[in-house]
């Protein structure tokens, strides 16, 4: 049983709490901090969105289980701890409101941890079956595929219905776990060096495929006597990163430093070499890389001092963006997009956590893991990488795709800078993949809110058929951003705002 089988679940299995409160907690795929209602009942732990929801987001089976207290270093927020649920083998980090309140948590979770009694029951639907023949569905299906399309929502009759899409999920599936994951991009603070490029990029011609090694791409030097003042800011699933000071000239950098293996070195040599090569002012500047020892890459990069755009969405009923904000952060982006797509390159990651601030209202774009060079030999990709809310249909269904899904994603993140969050967040990240390929993106809640040239670029943007949808040179030029975008300056006041609230 994982934290995404809900939709199954008996509403008795939560209706008599042994505790019940609010805390916080970080998500997995995407790594920012969403409050929810937690409901403790025997030796699972239940949480909603909204305390009045009828029914779950998420459960952790607690049998088996263990937690640790954190500090603050490590998440960089207090009275935090770490609940390891062996069952799914998954780590949940969990924010509480106060010290005591976290003892109190902690010592319930432990006491599910040691429940022996049976607990309730799920009420289990029928195994999924489906097949592209509409009565008698798949035939063969591995359990554990079957167990993944339970676990996602998907229920059986929309399988039935929709059996391309649910194939869909399955290669989805195969494919993620063959792949790494990574850590969200860290903060960082501006640099002084200005980029003259214009907004408009002549296409450059397709590059040859050029194999490189790591060795290649890297500084000899020793970092080590190079850098100094190494301050841990932050960690995830590839490493971790240190603000550091750059000794021959006293300036502030962030170094992110990463274990190298045979899984991640073909990510690494490539998102090397693309930031290597890319000079922006929209782009977060690359300084230099490293290899220390004999299996660890350190990549110094600009440090942006005002967070990621995630920081401020976090605090969305606090910090409420207006529509000058909005389209400069998007103008801003898809100059980026304009720029890197020029040189035949896909992001493949534009999303709020990688679009980093600073405090004087700059907008740059970070976190090259996922990006991928086009060359005469793969002039289009059929690779599904990126984070699910965010992927363009195309990308989803393991079509050949372009530049354009980048502009997808860029649609998305103007949903979220709207409304908060990306759609289908509510949702098991399968079933989410799901319903963009069944439905596509929903309307925005308020439409009358927000002015008709927003609403256009955003239909523009989430437009299903790539062909019809615009590039990011052709968006530049629309209302939305030409007449609606404020400066940076107009930015300051938020990135200011988050940053008071997050102290």
Same mark, same amino acid.
């Given at each position: ?25 970080q ?9 929810? @209602? ?19 987001? +998420? ?11 954190i ?5 960089? %927020? ?17 924010q509480?409101?106060? =010290? ?42 591995p ?5 993944? #399309? ?19 999920v ?8 063959r ?11 501006? /640099?002084n060096?200005?980029?003259t ?27 080590? =006597? ?10 995830g699933a590839? +490493? ?17 430093q ?26 977060v ?7 220390? +020892? ?67 209202? %700059? ?17 289009k ?8 809310? @965010? ?7 393991g ?7 980048d502009? @997808? ?10 409304? +908060?969050?990306?759609p ?7 079933? /989410? ?16 809110? @927000?002015?008709?040239? #927003? ?14 949808r ?34």
């Amino acid at each position: 049983m994982s934290d995404d089988e809900t939709m199954s679940m008996n509403p008795e299995m939560w209706a008599k709490p042994h505790k019940q409160g609010e805390m916080k907690k970080q998500g997995h795929v995407v790594k920012n901090w969403k409050t929810r @209602w937690f409901i403790l009942q025997n030796d699972f732990l239940f949480y909603f969105k909204n305390k009045s929801d009828a029914k779950p987001v +998420g459960c952790i089976p607690l049998r088996g289980s263990n937690t640790k207290e954190i500090t603050d270093n490590k998440v960089g %927020k207090p009275n935090c701890f770490e609940l390891n649920a062996a069952k799914i083998s998954k780590v949940f980090f969990i924010q509480c409101g106060s =010290l005591n309140d976290m003892k109190d948590w902690v010592q319930a979770i432990e006491a599910g941890a040691d429940y022996s009694s049976v607990s309730a029951p799920y009420n289990v639907q029928h195994e999924v079956h489906v097949d592209f023949d509409q009565n008698t569905g798949y035939s063969g299906l591995p359990p554990e595929w079957e167990a993944i #399309l339970k676990g996602s929502g998907i229920s059986e009759a929309e399988a039935k219905q929709n059996p391309k899409a649910v194939q869909v999920v399955i290669d989805f599936v195969s494919n993620e776990e063959r792949k790494s994951k990574r850590p969200p991009p860290p903060p960082r603070t501006k /640099a002084n060096t200005k980029s003259t490029a214009p907004n408009q990029y002549p296409q450059q011609p397709l590059p040859e495929e050029k194999p490189l090694t790591l060795q290649e791409l890297v500084s000899k030097d020793d970092p080590q =006597l190079i850098y100094s003042n190494m301050e841990k800011i932050g960690e995830g699933a590839a +490493g971790e990163v240190f603000r550091a000071t750059h000794n021959p000239t006293g300036k502030v950098v962030a170094i992110k430093q990463m274990e190298i293996n045979g899984d991640n070195l073909p990510l690494l040599i490539t998102e090397i070499g693309i930031m290597k090569t890319s000079h922006h002012a929209n782009v977060v500047e690359f300084f230099d890389s490293y290899i220390v +020892g004999d299996q660890q890459l350190w990549v110094v990069m600009e440090f942006m001092d005002g967070g990621c755009l995630t920081d401020i969405l976090e605090l969305f009923e606090d910090i409420k963006m207006k529509e000058p904000e909005i389209a400069f952060c998007c103008k801003e982006t898809m100059k980026a997009l304009s720029y890197i797509h020029s040189l035949n390159r896909i992001h493949r990651d534009i999303k709020s956590d990688n679009l980093l601030l600073s405090t004087d209202g %700059k907008v740059k774009l970070a976190d090259f893991g996922y990006a991928a060079q086009l060359t005469q030999r793969k002039q289009k990709r059929n690779t599904v990488v990126g984070t699910p809310y @965010w992927m363009a249909p195309e990308l989803i269904r393991g079509h050949d795709y372009g530049t354009k899904v980048d502009v @997808w994603s860029l649609g998305i993140m103007l949903m979220e800078m709207v409304e +908060g969050e990306p759609p289908y967040m509510e949702f098991p990240p399968l079933r /989410a993949l799901f319903l963009i390929t069944t439905k596509g993106i929903p309307p925005l809640k308020e439409p009358h809110k @927000w002015s008709n040239d #927003l609403n256009d670029f955003f239909n523009k943007c989430i437009e299903k058929d790539a062909e019809k949808r615009p590039s990011a040179q052709e968006l530049l030029k629309h209302p939305f951003l030409v007449k609606n975008a404020g400066t940076a300056k107009d930015l300051i006041p938020a990135v200011k705002r988050c940053k008071e609230l997050r102290s």
